[in-house]
């Protein structure tokens, strides 16, 4: 089992800046690959950025491209998701997500609370 706790989200005006952190804790957060998911209500959960086991592989969804950056501290057991250039479509919860497959979201098998942000214009 791992359990994941995000926080850093919160209300920022269109073209601010915020950074969701997610603490792992359980089994070791070295062995899985790390994503970040957004969902609004009635729609379906969405994979906006993962990292592998190494930093060198990431996914990124198209639009986030050159606004979002994933990283990931192993000492730390922390997951991060730098949002830079808010738009108000990104106005979403936010979820952290532990798995096996960098790019399939049926293959992560631990999921956080979620944390909400908010982009007003």
């Known amino acids: 089992q791992v359990q994941l706790v995000e926080s850093g989200g919160g209300l920022v005006q269109a073209g601010a800046s915020l950074r969701l952190s997610c603490a792992a804790s359980?089994?070791?957060?070295?062995?899985?690959?790390m994503g970040w998911f957004r969902q609004a209500p009635g729609k379906e959960r969405e994979l906006v950025a993962a990292?592998?086991?190494?930093?060198?592989?990431?996914y990124y969804t198209d639009s986030v491209k050159g606004r979002f950056t994933i990283s990931r501290d192993t000492a730390k057991n922390t997951v991060y998701l730098q949002m830079n250039s808010l738009k108000v479509e990104d106005t979403d919860e936010y979820y952290c997500?532990?798995?096996?497959?960098?790019?399939?979201?049926?293959?992560?098998?631990?999921w956080g609370q979620g944390t909400q942000v908010t982009v007003s214009s």
């Open positions: 990292i592998g086991l190494s930093e060198d592989k990431t």
């Open positions: 359980g089994r070791p957060f070295s062995t899985y690959v």
């Open positions: 997500a532990a798995g096996l497959n960098i790019r399939l979201p049926s293959q992560y098998l631990y």
